[in-house]
């Protein structure tokens, strides 16, 4: 199956500094991605659907000016986790699909500890 | 609001058959049904598609009643690797993004 990589697989940033993950689409055209949040022991809860070179669908209770992304070509989208607090330590895990897909592809996940 | 329901949890012995069946009653015309398996702190990985009927491949099989309003994941002879949460998640996979249900979580059991 296609492959989606996301960069890094986790990281440990101090509180009130800004973070960003990458998530590249590495042998397809990604038209469109979306990120989601997942906190231990529960499910993937969507935060945000991103279409090349348009802004950002965030879900409902998703600050955009705190979760900023950008999907700038159709392999590469990016989360930047702007100002984080401890509450925002979870772990973030991309998604892409392209025009030919009818099954999303999922990158690794993005361990984001804020201390 | 997740679109499908699920089992939350079961056991399993190594070796048995495993069938794990999700409800979607409302399931559109144009959705696909698609079952991904997650292992602890990493992405879920595609398992299996479907629309109709039945569909196989080297890891799994699923079984589509004609109506769609359900849809039942078979794993033959599963492993102590098998133990996971494994979501059933159904759409068109393009525009529409997947809205994860809490998915059913597998114990195979030595």
């Known amino acids: 199956g296609a492959v989606v990589s996301q960069h890094p697989s986790r990281v440990i940033c101090k509180s009130g500094t800004s973070v960003k993950i990458e998530c590249r689409s590495l042998?397809?055209?990604?038209?469109?991605m979306f990120w989601y949040r997942q906190f231990p022991k529960q499910s993937l809860m969507l935060m945000a659907t991103?279409?090349?070179?348009?802004?950002?669908?965030?879900e409902q209770g998703v600050e955009k000016d705190k979760f900023l992304i950008n999907h700038a070509s159709l392999t590469l989208s990016t989360l930047t986790v702007t100002s984080a607090h401890p509450e925002d330590s979870s772990f973030y895990i991309c998604?892409?699909?392209?025009?030919?897909?009818?099954?999303?592809?999922f990158g690794q996940g993005t361990r984001l500890t804020v201390v | 609001l997740a679109k499908t329901t699920q089992p939350i949890s079961m056991d399993s012995y190594e070796g048995q058959e495993v069938n794990i069946t999700c409800s979607h009653n409302?399931?559109?015309?144009?959705?696909?049904i698609t079952w991904y398996q997650q292992f602890p702190s990493q992405g879920p990985r595609f398992i299996i598609q479907?629309?109709?009927t039945k569909v196989t491949n080297e890891v799994a099989s699923l079984f589509i009643p004609a109506d769609r309003k359900s849809s039942t994941l078979s794993l033959p002879r599963v492993s102590l690797s098998d133990t996971a949460v494994y979501y059933c998640?159904?759409?068109?996979?393009?525009?529409?993004?997947?809205?994860f249900g809490k998915g059913t979580r597998l114990s195979v059991i030595a």
């Open positions: 409302n399931i559109a015309t144009n959705d696909y």
């Open positions: 479907g629309y109709k």
């Open positions: 991103s279409n090349e070179g348009s802004k950002a669908t965030y």
């Open positions: 042998d397809f055209q990604a038209t469109t």
């Open positions: 998604s892409a699909s392209g025009r030919a897909n009818t099954e999303a592809f």
């Open positions: 998640l159904v759409g068109d996979n393009r525009n529409t993004p997947l809205v």
